[in-house]
T-cell receptor
Framework: AQKVTQAQTEISVVEKEDVTLDCVYETRDTTYYLFWYKQPPSGELVFLIRRNSFDEQNEISGRYSWNFQKSTSSFNFTITASQVVDSAVYFC???????????????FGKGTHLIIQP | EPEVTQTPSHQVTQMGQEVILRCVPISNHLYFYWYRQILGQKVEFLVSFYNNEISEKSEIFDDQFSVERPDGSNFTLKIRSTKLEDSAMYFCATGQGQIQPQHFGDGTRLSIL
């Protein structure tokens, strides 16, 4: 069984602060994919990043960065110099890799509600 | 940028009635998914669909649920006899390939009275 834990239910910071959202996962699969999605107040789910289990390189995209550590089963997300528009619920998700041709569903964490105060 | 389109945006239905939620995938996507999110909770996988058949389904996806792609474009989720606990946001997602990211529609808010 797969499981994604986002222990931080809600984080509130003042604009321009850096903030890290934690994600810990459990899986028995040796190959898998990890994702982060953003859900702004309008409700849609916006894809942010995908990382496969073979690639432990950290990734940076503008003010966003991701730290994948297989040894601790963590895939943390940092926003640098946060802005009010970053306020949203952020979901970490996991998907196993099929060897066949099937379509795999995502297992989501409960999400972290990030509030950026002006 | 191509989008996944879901209709209606909000559906209000009496308990026991059938409801059909519709999704238009991104045109070159081959993998289709339904998820639901009960208010304030996490997103839960319902079912995946590939090559005109169900690929995987969760425990939530019981006999009351069905999916189809009747005309080669729309991907639909039918709930046969709705219950109060079916009230949720239902998201359609589509993917270009098995390992490609799933792109989500804006969701349909289903309210069962």
């Amino acid at each position: 069984a797969q499981k994604v834990t986002q222990a931080q239910t809600e984080i509130s910071v003042v604009e321009k602060e850096d903030v890290t959202l934690d994600c810990v996962y459990e899986t028995r699969d040796t190959t898998y994919y990890l994702f982060w999605y953003k859900q702004p107040p309008s409700g849609e789910l916006v894809f942010l990043i995908r990382r496969n289990s073979f690639d432990e390189q950290n990734e940076i995209s503008g003010r966003y960065s991701w730290n994948f550590q297989k040894s601790t089963s963590s895939f943390n997300f940092t926003i640098t110099a946060s802005q009010v528009v970053d306020s949203a619920v952020y979901f970490c998700a996991l998907r196993k890799t099929y060897s066949g041709g099937g379509a795999d569903g995502l297992t989501f964490g409960k999400g972290t509600h990030l509030i950026i105060q002006p | 940028e191509p989008e996944v389109t879901q209709t209606p945006s909000h559906q209000v239905t009496q308990m026991g009635q059938e409801v059909i939620l519709r999704c238009v995938p991104i045109s070159n996507h081959l993998y289709f998914y339904w998820y639901r999110q009960i208010l304030g909770q996490k997103v839960e996988f319902l079912v995946s669909f590939y090559n005109n058949e169900i690929s995987e389904k969760s425990e939530i996806f019981d006999d009351q649920f069905s999916v189809e792609r009747p005309d080669g474009s729309n991907f639909t989720l039918k709930i046969r006899s709705t219950k109060l606990e079916d009230s949720a946001m239902y998201f359609c997602a589509t993917g270009q390939g098995q390992i490609q990211p799933q792109h989500f529609g804006d969701g349909t808010r289903l309210s069962i009275l």
